[in-house]
């Protein structure tokens, strides 16, 4: 299992592929298209990033100081539509593992005491309220069936996404006819559906 101190090392050198690689290796339910996804260059960072404070938050029970870098860090990488990713369009998938690495770091932090800054819950409403744009308007085909089951594999069980979304709509749209999803991501969807219910 990769330990706290891999995490550091790994985002000391800014091997974001390699650090979402990495977690997702352990003891991630994800298919092979969803962890291709993930690991794209234009998004690795944030994915990375995000993964990261997950596993952080697995791995300590008090307040981090190399989680507090990296929420700021992943903060800083938002685009001003929200989402996150490099170039021209935002990747899903990783804007997906990004809110909900920041999601679960600021409840590990209220948690604790901590109270979490303004400009973290900030990224988190803004992060949510254009991904649940997007969504509702699939058709645009910003979002395909692979980024739909990471979206809900790392989003589904949170309040807030839930609030913002159909997600009966989102569940009904994974495996439609001559959609991405192939028999060897079954896991992927499997753990889209499991975090939905």
């Not at 291709?36 to 690795?44: F, I, S, V, Y």
Request: charged share 25%; glycine share 10%; net charge neutral.
């Amino acid at each position: 299992m990769i330990s706290r101190r891999q995490i550091e090392r790994m985002a000391r050198s800014r091997s974001w592929g390699v650090l979402a690689e990495r977690i997702l290796a352990n003891g991630r339910c994800l298919g092979e298209k969803g962890r291709e996804r993930l690991c794209r260059p234009a998004g690795a960072s944030a994915a990375g990033l995000g993964l990261a404070l997950q596993r952080l938050a697995e791995l300590t029970y008090g307040p981090d100081p190399l989680g507090d870098v990296l929420m700021e860090r992943l903060c800083a990488e938002q685009r001003d539509d929200g989402l996150f990713g490099a170039g021209y369009q935002p990747s899903p998938a990783a804007s997906a593992a990004a809110l909900k690495g920041l999601m679960v770091w600021a409840d590990r932090q209220a948690e604790n005491g901590r109270a979490c800054g303004g400009r973290t819950i900030e990224s988190i409403h803004r992060g949510l309220a254009e991904l649940s744009t997007r969504l509702d308007r699939m058709a645009d085909a910003f979002i395909d069936e692979v980024d739909l089951a990471v979206i809900l594999w790392q989003l589904a069980d949170r309040p807030a996404f839930r609030r913002a979304v159909n997600l009966e709509a989102l569940i009904n749209r994974l495996h439609c006819p001559n959609g991405a999803m192939s028999e060897t991501d079954d896991e992927l969807a499997r753990c889209a559906r499991a975090m939905a219910a």
